[in-house]
């Protein structure tokens, strides 16, 4: 305990017990408990960006956040995971402590962040002496250890920097447009635009006092600048189209911190004035998360969904031609109204989530889907199997006619899809470069399809390692995530292998355009991990369509699948109304 004048001590032990008091962690505690508590504590703070813990170091504390937020980071073999987050009145730490182990992974505050800290000895002391303090922590584990995920939903940012990367931006007035947006959601709603003049203790009390808290400054050593970069847990960075990025962007107030590489910045680009370079440039930057493109209400108010945590997601599984049931059901989706802020697919999925991307009608997606693959079989350019049976021109043709050279950055709904990285057995995620490349990543079946060769490694189909990719899509937005999954069932019939012919019979038979069955075998066993279907971050509202009689192979079963997709949403949707209307509002079925 670190030693002051007793009236100095006293006035921060009442500090912190009116802080504690406040908290939901320590709600149950009586005043005998919760001073007892604090008289055995250190009260201390951290600058954002530095570090509480590190994983492997010896725990000998648990920790309590009075304010701010921290992030728990594990690093192993395939790079940091970031594991969630703790806010305002959580307990970090008390697992390892408690277990006598070393501590599994590293912890950081991501702004400035006041925490009390309770060393091992008087915690055992408080186990023993303390109900109140025994039955919190033990809730507290319990609740981990059961939903590992809910500190991603549950500790959202609620103090949001958006930063003008140039006078001529009015970034004042771009916050005026989303407050507003945000207030419409039944959000209390705070603009902080003189932040440098405000001490820490009236920036506390004003976020108790608010569900959201908009900081506005502008690139630059101001003392407006300085403040945000402290306090804030999300930054906006507005940039205008046709102008260029600093270098380099100084987007911490300390640039050598740890926790740097995970602080939440997302990139809004405003298309004002001639596109000018790349928006890569401006993702390298400032190291997006997310990319967000201004042009017009209906994007405003995407990004007013993401500060209000309203956001819907939308993913789509991979499944060969019952994949078209997922064009049925993003018709089903807008007919209702339902905006779609994010997408994500996986395989032939990934295909149709990037049509919705690029803000296509209904009617071009039909348009181009029949031209690309159900006209004439994308499959159908057989060779003699060397690494694949077919020799992939005919799908990358396709690719390039459809999506030409644009970039995923450039979408004006944000997109990622993935493909599985097989030598050394991971997901990777594409959410920069041309759209076409990772979309041919996306949909190489092993077997059927080229791998991708990149550097290194050898990219398949992004359905051998997640076919569909729910969890990714949760760690993305706050909201509802719609889970669109075409390959659960019913996509492969027995009889097609109870007595196959000889090759050169099927041939007799069924010619050269027609795929032989190990196509559908192979297609099959690559969405078939049913093990490896994410478990902790389901789809809040799972659309299962049956597109019965179409199997994976079957490209001219279009408009069967279409209308299954169109019908199984609209019923999804009629029964889980509950969990969009926060977002959407009551039902409307015109």
């Not at 995970?262 to 997006?288: C, H, Y």
């Not at 493909?419 to 490349?437: C, F, M, N, Q, Y």
């Amino acid at each position: 305990m670190l030693f002051t004048p007793a009236c100095v001590f006293d006035r921060t032990m009442q500090a912190a017990f009116d802080r504690c008091r406040n908290l939901p962690f320590f709600k149950a505690f009586d005043d005998a408990s919760l001073r007892a508590l604090i008289a055995r504590g250190r009260w201390f703070s951290l600058a954002g960006g530095m570090a509480l813990f590190q994983q492997g170091a010896p725990s000998d504390a648990v920790y309590f956040v009075l304010t701010g937020r921290l992030i728990v980071v594990r690093g192993g073999k395939a790079g940091d995971e970031v594991l969630g987050y703790v806010r305002s009145g959580e307990p970090v730490g008390e697992m390892s402590l408690l277990a006598g182990e070393a501590h599994s992974a590293s912890v950081y505050a991501l702004r400035n962040t006041d925490v009390l800290a309770l060393d091992k000895e008087d915690a055992d002391r408080l186990l023993d002496e303390s109900a109140d303090f025994s039955r919190a922590l033990a809730n507290s584990i319990v609740r981990r250890a059961r939903h590992p995920n809910d500190s991603f939903k549950h500790a959202s940012p609620r103090v949001f920097a958006l930063i003008g990367s140039s006078p001529s931006i009015e970034i004042e007035k771009h916050a005026r447009l989303l407050a507003g947006l945000v207030e419409e959601y039944g959000l209390k709603v705070k603009i902080v635009t003189e932040p440098d003049v405000m001490i820490d203790s009236d920036f506390d009390e004003i976020e108790a006092a608010h569900d959201v808290l908009v900081i506005t400054a502008r690139v630059g050593a101001s003392g407006a600048y300085m403040f945000a970069l402290r306090h804030a847990d999300r930054f906006f960075v507005f940039a205008r189209q046709d102008a260029r990025p600093p270098r380099p962007f100084p987007m911490t107030a300390t640039v050598d911190a740890p926790a740097r590489k995970f602080r939440l910045v997302d990139l809004v680009i405003l298309r004002e004035g001639i596109k000018s370079g790349n928006v890569s440039e401006w993702v390298d930057a400032v190291d997006a998360h997310r990319i967000f493109h201004v042009s017009g209400a209906r994007t405003e108010e995407r990004l007013a969904r993401a500060i209000a945590g309203r956001t819907v997601g939308v993913v789509m599984s991979g499944g060969g031609a019952r994949a078209y049931a997922h064009i049925g059901a993003v018709k089903a989706m807008r007919e209702r109204r339902v905006p779609i802020d994010f997408l994500a697919g996986a395989s032939m999925g990934a295909i149709i989530a990037a049509c919705v991307a690029m803000g296509w009608s209904d009617q071009e997606i039909e348009a181009r889907i029949r031209d690309g693959f159900v006209e004439s079989n994308p499959l159908g350019d057989h060779v003699l199997p060397v690494v694949a049976l077919t020799s992939g021109a005919r799908v990358e043709e396709r690719l390039k006619r459809h999506f030409g050279d644009t970039r995923i950055e450039d979408l004006e709904t944000p997109f990622f899809c993935t493909s599985s990285e097989i030598t050394k057995g991971v997901t990777r995620v594409h959410r920069r470069g041309l759209l076409r490349d990772a979309l041919r990543a996306s949909i190489a079946l092993p077997g059927i399809l080229p791998p991708v060769v990149d550097g290194e490694d050898l990219l398949v189909d992004g359905a051998v390692m997640n076919n569909f990719p729910t969890d990714l899509m949760t760690n993305i937005h706050r909201g509802v995530t719609i889970g669109i999954d075409v390959a659960r069932e019913g996509t492969i019939s027995s009889g097609l292998f109870a007595d196959p012919p000889e090759f050169l019979e099927w041939i007799m038979r069924n010619g050269f355009k027609t795929p032989p069955p190990i196509v559908t075998l192979l297609m099959r066993a690559a969405t078939a991990r049913q093990e490896l279907r994410p478990k902790d971050s389901p789809a809040d509202i799972l659309v299962a369509p049956e597109v019965r009689g179409v199997e994976l192979r079957d490209w001219k079963e279009y408009d069967r699948a279409v209308l299954d997709g169109y019908a199984a949403t609209l019923g999804t949707l009629d029964r889980d109304w509950a969990k969009l209307e926060p977002i959407v509002g009551p039902a409307s079925n015109s």
